[in-house]
């Protein structure tokens, strides 16, 4: 290298001159860099404020903000008197920490080993104040000592093996819940002093729960309903059938805090909440009660199969107390269908809906209308006499068990004369006669808004033939639910208007006003239950006379079976108003095959005097034996041993019924005119 000085001392000379311009350079680029930046983070925040701001704000919103869902309560059910049926209670779930319970020491309970101390431990958590235990005491105490048990053997496994290979030690386990209110204060107070007693905390922080509660217990069941298990939907009765309105939503609360957690202003619904909608019945609870008690008695004392009943106000239409003995109490639906047993629970459900039957006797009112209408009067005469009646080369022959003391139409249905109907029944004609059971509403729908309910069935009248014509005069050959029935009697006892049954009261939006069908004359209507009357006064319901001036009709039929009917399985039943002039309410009972024995399958020796009892009792007779027990002892009991035997009339003694004979024909059977050749008639119809 070779070093050239003139070159080196003219670098020397411009230096600093260079230097300095370099500087300057510098520091104009940096002045113009930081400037920049500056605007731009001036731009990008007016930006921010002035286009972005609703965005950054639900940002910030967003990151202070906690959210929780906030609890709706279901519906509330009430009966016609404000009385709450059915309503949701918050309550508060609680657990035991086995595991931590198991590490108490022993000094502190006195005990002389593990096992000892969390004995004691667990009886003294058992005993807390306020607490309902998940099951008996002893039961409870067993699984938290088996839990106990087996966390001892994880704790023992885990220490043996690998980590990715360790179980999960239960520090959770539920025993009971405590009521809202005095009581959860009572037994956090309890639960605090058992914590410092033992030096560790054994029970969990409580967590809210809301439970359906039914204040009057399995009263009311079948008609009220009950929850699934996940409270989504009812599983029959009103908390299924109105769900829709019953249901709640639950809401999102959000609220907005520091980080600390502290509210920074009011919560705020994100989801708004809705309660379910309460319901107001036409049931009385009350009613409801005496209804299911007498049913029971019934039940009891005729030793029948199934007894339904049924209370209404016949003016309007509205089911004061409907019940079916024995019926599901709360809670055995679910069970039923949790062991794969759901055929077990339609017997128990409500008859009135599901059950049709032949209804025998108690069609006679219905023919006795038509009759009137046709211009008979209730003095005309009518054949008693033994009759055989041929059509198209066959025959039968109608007979009753004893002759008519009343020779007259009157007399035909106040001492339920099969022969005597049959005549009336021929003299109107299929025309007259089907035109009357359908008017009536038989065969057909009622309306009820409570679920589904069968249909029956009423032959066409193109199908009808002289054997269908005086079968069903007396109430064969024809399938009608309960309900039809008491609803056409309501027609009778109102004046002749065909009204709608229903359980929800008429003033609510939901239930679609219906208005009244006239069926009959007011003045033919007040004629029948004259003579319905003269059936409790002297005819054949003469033995349930009773104290509240009753009207009513007996009615016992044979059950169809396979090629003709049983002879000893019967459905007995009776219809009475009261009083009669101006019947204010009606009721029915239904008794499925009662015993036979001392002819207790006659309904006037079974479901008619539980209609008496049932209908002094809602029209608070001062006699009445049930309201007086009620009043005494505020609540429904066993009232069988105070019921007077019921009298059989001397003159009936053959044990029949008004229904068929041995025959080959079945209740509806299209195909063929195969018929009995008799049937006899006894004053149990």
């Known amino acids: 290298m070779i070093w050239n000085p003139a070159a080196i001392s003219s670098v020397r000379e411009k230096t600093?001159?260079?230097?300095?311009?370099?500087?300057?350079?510098?520091?104009?680029?940096?002045?113009?860099?930081?400037?920049?930046?500056?605007?731009?983070?001036?731009?990008?925040?007016?930006?921010?404020?002035?286009?972005?701001?609703?965005?950054?704000?639900?940002?910030q919103s967003t990151a202070q903000a906690r959210s929780n869902w906030s609890q709706a309560s279901r519906g509330k059910i009430y009966d016609r008197q404000g009385?709450?049926?059915?309503?949701?209670?918050?309550?508060?779930?609680?657990?035991?920490?086995?595991?931590?319970?198991?590490?108490?020491?022993?000094?502190?309970?006195?005990?002389?080993?593990?096992?000892?101390?969390?004995?004691?431990?667990i009886e003294k958590t058992l005993l807390l104040p306020g607490l309902q235990l998940a099951?008996?005491?002893?039961?409870?105490?067993?699984?938290?000592?088996?839990?106990?048990?087996?966390?001892?053997?994880?704790?023992?496994?885990?220490?043996?093996?690998?980590?990715?290979?360790?179980?999960?030690?239960?520090q959770y386990l539920y025993i009971g819940t405590v009521k809202a209110g005095r009581e959860k204060l009572d037994f956090l107070e309890g639960k605090a002093e058992l914590h410092r007693e033992l030096g560790r905390p054994v029970i969990p922080a409580l967590?809210?729960?809301?439970?359906?509660?039914?204040?009057?217990?399995?009263?009311?069941?079948?008609?009220?309903?009950?929850?699934?298990?996940?409270?989504?939907?009812?599983?029959?009765?009103?908390?299924l059938e109105y769900n829709h309105l019953l249901l709640e939503r639950r809401g999102l609360r959000r609220q907005q805090t520091d980080i600390s957690g502290r509210p920074l202003r009011e919560a705020s619904q994100a989801v708004p909440r809705i309660h379910g909608e309460d319901l107001h019945l036409t049931i009385g609870i009350q009613e409801q009660a005496i209804l299911e008690s007498v049913l029971a008695d019934t039940y009891i004392d005729t030793e029948a199969r199934s007894v339904s009943g049924i209370v209404m106000d016949p003016r309007t239409g509205e089911i004061l107390a409907i019940a079916t003995y024995p019926g599901l109490l709360r809670?055995?639906?679910?069970?039923?269908?949790?062991?794969?047993?759901?055929?077990?629970?339609?017997?128990?459900?409500?008859?009135?809906?599901?059950?049709?039957?032949?209804?025998?006797?108690?069609?006679?009112?219905?023919?006795?209308?038509?009759?009137?209408?046709?211009?008979?009067?209730?003095?005309?005469?009518?054949?008693?006499?033994?009759?055989?009646?041929?059509?198209?080369?066959?025959?039968?022959?109608?007979?009753?068990?004893?002759?008519?003391?009343?020779?007259?139409?009157?007399?035909?249905?106040?001492?339920?004369?099969?022969?005597?109907?049959?005549?009336?029944?021929?003299k109107l004609g299929d025309k007259r006669v089907h035109g009357i059971l359908r008017k009536f509403g038989l065969g057909e729908k009622t309306g009820i808004d409570l679920g589904r309910e069968e249909t029956g069935f009423v032959?066409?009248?193109?199908?009808?033939?002289?054997?269908?014509?005086?079968?069903?005069?007396?109430?064969?050959?024809?399938?009608?639910?309960?309900?039809?029935?008491?609803?056409?009697?309501?027609a009778i006892a109102n004046g002749g208007q065909l009204i709608r049954p229903h359980i929800l009261r008429i003033d609510t939006d939901r239930l679609e006003q219906i208005q009244p069908v006239r069926v009959t004359d007011e003045t033919i209507a007040y004629t029948v239950r004259h003579v319905m009357r003269e059936v409790v006064l002297k005819g054949t319901a003469k033995g349930v006379l009773?104290?509240?001036?009753?009207?009513?009709?007996?009615?016992?039929?044979?059950?169809?079976?396979?090629?003709?009917?049983?002879?000893?399985?019967?459905?007995?039943?009776?219809?009475?108003?009261?009083?009669?002039?101006?019947?204010?309410?009606?009721?029915?009972?239904?008794?499925?095959?009662?015993?036979?024995?001392?002819?207790?399958?006659?309904?006037?020796?079974?479901?008619?005097?539980a209609v008496r009892e049932i209908l002094e009792s809602v029209l608070h007779s001062k006699v009445n034996r049930v309201q007086q027990r009620l009043e005494q002892v505020l609540k429904i009991v066993d009232l069988g041993a105070q019921k007077e035997p019921s009298r059989v009339r001397g003159l009936d003694r053959l044990p029949r019924a008004d229904s068929l004979a041995n025959g080959p024909r079945s209740n509806i059977d299209d195909q063929g005119e195969g018929e009995p050749d008799r049937w006899n008639h006894g004053e149990g119809n």
């Open 16 to 59: 600093p001159e260079k230097a300095r311009s370099d500087g300057e350079i510098i520091i104009a680029v940096i002045f113009i860099l930081v400037g920049t930046a500056f605007l731009a983070v001036l731009l990008r925040s007016g930006w921010m404020q002035l286009v972005d701001s609703e965005h950054w704000r639900t940002i």
């Open 207 to 239: 967590e809210p729960i809301v439970t359906r509660q039914y204040p009057h217990g399995d009263t009311g069941t079948l008609v009220i309903g009950e929850l699934r298990g996940d409270r989504k939907i009812g599983l029959h009765g009103i908390e």
């Open 546 to 609: 009773g104290t509240i001036e009753m009207a009513g009709k007996t009615g016992t039929a044979k059950v169809a079976i396979a090629g003709g009917y049983s002879e000893d399985r019967y459905v007995s039943s009776f219809v009475g108003f009261a009083p009669w002039q101006d019947p204010e309410r009606i009721a029915m009972v239904v008794v499925e095959e009662p015993a036979t024995h001392d002819y207790l399958y006659y309904a006037s020796r079974s479901a008619a005097p």
């Open 459 to 490: 032959k066409p009248l193109d199908r009808w033939s002289w054997y269908t014509l005086t079968s069903a005069s007396f109430g064969y050959e024809i399938q009608v639910t309960p309900l039809q029935l008491i609803r056409a009697y309501c």
């Open 331 to 426: 809670g055995e639906l679910q069970a039923l269908y949790n062991s794969k047993r759901e055929s077990e629970a339609f017997p128990k459900m409500l008859r009135w809906l599901l059950m049709t039957m032949e209804p025998g006797s108690v069609v006679k009112p219905f023919l006795l209308t038509a009759a009137l209408e046709a211009g008979m009067n209730l003095d005309d005469p009518v054949d008693v006499r033994a009759k055989s009646q041929r059509f198209s080369g066959k025959s039968r022959t109608f007979t009753d068990s004893h002759l008519l003391r009343d020779r007259t139409v009157r007399g035909a249905v106040v001492e339920s004369s099969n022969i005597g109907i049959v005549d009336i029944g021929l």
């Open 83 to 121: 009385i709450v049926l059915a309503e949701d209670r918050l309550s508060w779930k609680v657990g035991f920490d086995p595991y931590s319970a198991s590490l108490v020491r022993e000094e502190r309970t006195g005990g002389i080993d593990s096992i000892s101390a969390l004995e004691r431990v």
């Open 135 to 170: 099951g008996p005491a002893e039961e409870v105490a067993s699984k938290i000592l088996e839990v106990a048990s087996r966390n001892d053997e994880i704790l023992h496994f885990n220490k043996s093996v690998e980590k990715r290979e360790r179980r999960s030690l239960n």
